[in-house]
């Protein structure tokens, strides 16, 4: 039986810039994000996924209300979360916000829980840095128990104490798709499998077969904990153009200007033009390109790991709008029939 592939978008509704290079407002880039939602929808896109960020790059900071809007507009596309951090937010009120997209969406809605790579929603919701390992632990175990939609008893050190308690409202399925984003550390792979949730790797640098080792880790894991097989999704940035040129001359000053920019925040050097089109090239973690050069990318990685989705993080800093629409339409209506092609021919 040939495996298909499920392919996904991603975005962090990063902040773009109007025609005359100004920045749009961040009500703007939610309303664009919305339409490229509802074109990936069109398309026959898998999945569409927001991320949650509290910083002036990206408007969105509650991808769920932005993903309920969507929801009423499209008809096919699951909708989720890239990521949710669930260590600043509160497990009960996460489960009810998804719960209630999955009753909008008619059953579409994932989240993706994660600690957060960012860490601006830490003092503003008034949580410690100092505890980002014990707050992820103890909350995820508690969404673990919420999903089985029951009663909750549960008693931690980082929020009030269950008993008994019933959590409202409930999903039609009794089943809220809920995944465990991950980096790439052993130990969250490991956390994943024991919860015996799907894992989602955001592989944003380097060659994406050295995380093979890292997939084998969670499939051994699952089978120790007495888990059948579960999905793995792949998270990685790209960009289509109709030429692997135009691709990365408008991909490459976008990325370059958010990663400097985020940066010199953190310590990291400045992106260099070697770097980017090392990352771009067959052995990186870019996907950028041509229709047929994203697309034997996306199949070469997908083999090689043996995952379920995969997903683009088609947004690149102040990129416009009209280029990310043009390489979702790409996307859509090139690379997914595409690669689907590649993996049926290999098997």
């Not at 509650?62 to 979360?81: C, D, F, M, N, Q």
């Not at 984003?181 to 060659?207: D, F, H, M, N």
């Not at 996907?287 to 379920?308: C, F, M, N, Q, W």
Request: net charge negative; aromatic share 8%; with cysteine.
């Amino acid at each position: 039986m040939v495996r298909i592939l499920e392919m996904g978008l991603d975005t962090f509704g990063d902040v773009t810039e109007d025609a005359t290079g100004a920045l749009k407002t961040a009500g703007q880039v939610i309303r664009d994000v919305i339409d490229e939602a509802v074109l990936a929808d069109q398309l026959g896109v898998d999945f569409f996924g927001l991320g949650e960020h509290h910083r002036a790059d990206f408007a969105v900071s509650a991808p769920e209300v932005v993903l309920a809007a969507i929801a009423a507009k499209t008809s096919r596309l699951r909708l989720g979360s890239a990521v949710t951090v669930l260590s600043s937010d509160d497990p009960v009120r996460v489960f009810q916000r998804f719960s209630e997209l999955d009753a909008i969406s008619g059953g579409r809605a994932e989240v993706i829980l994660g600690r957060g790579s960012f860490t601006e929603s830490f003092p503003l919701f008034g949580y410690d840095l100092a505890q980002y390992n014990e707050l992820f632990e103890e909350k995820i175990g508690l969404f673990a128990a919420l999903l089985d939609e029951k009663d909750v008893t549960w008693q931690g050190t980082t929020r009030a104490g269950l008993t008994n308690q019933a959590v409202y409202p409930k999903t039609d399925s009794r089943h809220l798709a809920t995944w465990v984003g991950v980096g790439g550390s052993p130990e969250s792979i490991v956390r994943a499998a024991r919860y015996r949730l799907p894992l989602a790797l955001a592989i944003i640098g380097g060659s994406p077969r050295r995380f093979g080792s890292l997939i084998e880790l969670y499939h051994r894991s699952l089978e120790s904990f007495g888990s059948g097989p579960l999905p793995v999704c792949v998270h990685s940035p790209g960009y289509v153009a109709a030429t692997d040129e135009l691709a990365r001359e408008e991909f490459y000053p976008a990325m370059k200007a958010q990663r400097d920019r985020i940066g010199a925040e953190r310590g990291w050097g400045p992106m260099t033009r070697e770097g980017f089109e090392a990352e771009a090239g067959e052995r990186g973690s870019f996907y950028v390109g041509s229709p047929e050069t994203v697309a034997r990318k996306i199949a070469a990685t997908a083999s090689v790991l043996g995952i379920d989705r995969f997903d683009l993080k088609y947004s690149a800093g102040r990129l416009s709008h009209e280029k990310l629409m043009r390489s979702i339409e790409l996307y859509g209506r090139e690379v997914v029939p595409r690669v689907r092609e590649i993996m049926a021919e290999s098997n």
